[in-house]
């Protein structure tokens, strides 16, 4: 084999899985927070931004290197729910509220029903793309029943005395919308909140492979339907129309 050949190979072997966050929550609730606790491991008590950002780093999650892209988005107030742009953009959703503030915690049922009102919840399970930054895989039809990529996350867990919303509520929600809880604090806990990040990764790549087995188990039905068709009677024994 050419050495141009191999290092085609080598460069295949070793592509870097790229996943796409979107971080979404109620004004306050830690979002800046989280993203740069976990691009960085540090912690920014105040971190001050008009509009929504855009981070891209690389993480090693389960051994294998990962490029992370996280849309951190910027509310303007407790009525702005996320658009369709964000939702056709994300592979996961990162649903921040604060334990310490319930209007919070609404805000996340609200955008809940806002999703299915619009009918973009559950979420289409690969992974889609801006046209600016990669190509957009063809869109896949997908079973209602399947979950989302999401993750709820209660964010301010350190804040426990001024606790509005309980663990069981959260975890009831979750169940209710079929995604993975937790509860972290961005404020001095750096390997939960990445385990956070690292948990709707792995989800995100189990829909991924659950999506291509079941577009594969299509394709190979539809075949099988024509071998049991060509193997059957032959198109002269079959009757003219
Ligand atoms: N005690 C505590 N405070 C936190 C925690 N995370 C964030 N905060 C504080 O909550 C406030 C809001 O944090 P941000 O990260 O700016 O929240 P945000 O959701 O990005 O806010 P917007 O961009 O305005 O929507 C800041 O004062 C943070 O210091 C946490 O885990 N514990």
Redesign the pocket.
């Known amino acids: 084999m050419s050495s141009s050949g191999m290092r085609g190979i080598r460069r295949k072997k070793s592509a870097v899985a790229e996943v796409k966050i979107a971080v979404i929550?109620a004004?306050?609730?830690?979002?800046?927070?989280l993203v740069v606790r976990f691009l960085t491991k540090r912690y920014i008590?105040?971190?001050d931004?008009q509009s929504e950002q855009r981070y891209r780093s690389e993480a090693v999650v389960d051994g294998e290197p990962v490029l992370f892209e996280v849309l951190d988005t910027?509310?303007k107030n407790d009525d702005d729910l996320p658009g369709a742009e964000i939702l056709s953009w994300a592979d996961g959703l990162l649903l921040v509220y604060s334990i310490t503030d319930r209007q919070s915690f609404d805000w996340v049922k609200r955008c809940r029903l806002h999703f299915t009102e619009q009918g973009t919840w559950p979420l289409r399970l690969s992974g889609s793309s801006s046209p600016s930054l990669s190509p957009s895989p063809p869109p896949l039809d997908v079973s209602p029943s399947t979950s989302p990529p999401t993750l709820l996350l209660g964010?301010?867990a350190?804040?426990v005395h001024l606790r509005q919303v309980s663990s069981e509520e959260g975890e009831i929600l979750a169940k209710d919308m079929e995604c993975q809880f937790c509860e972290v604090?961005?404020?001095d806990q750096v390997l939960q909140v990445a385990s956070a990040f690292h948990d709707l990764y792995r989800e995100v790549q189990s829909c991924r492979k659950r999506c291509k087995t079941s577009l594969l188990d299509r394709v190979l039905g539809a075949n099988k339907t024509s071998r049991s068709y060509v193997r059957g009677k032959s198109d002269s024994a079959l009757p003219k129309d």
């Open positions: 929550g004004p306050s609730v830690g979002k800046s927070a008590g105040e971190y931004h910027c509310n964010n301010k350190d804040m604090a961005a404020s």
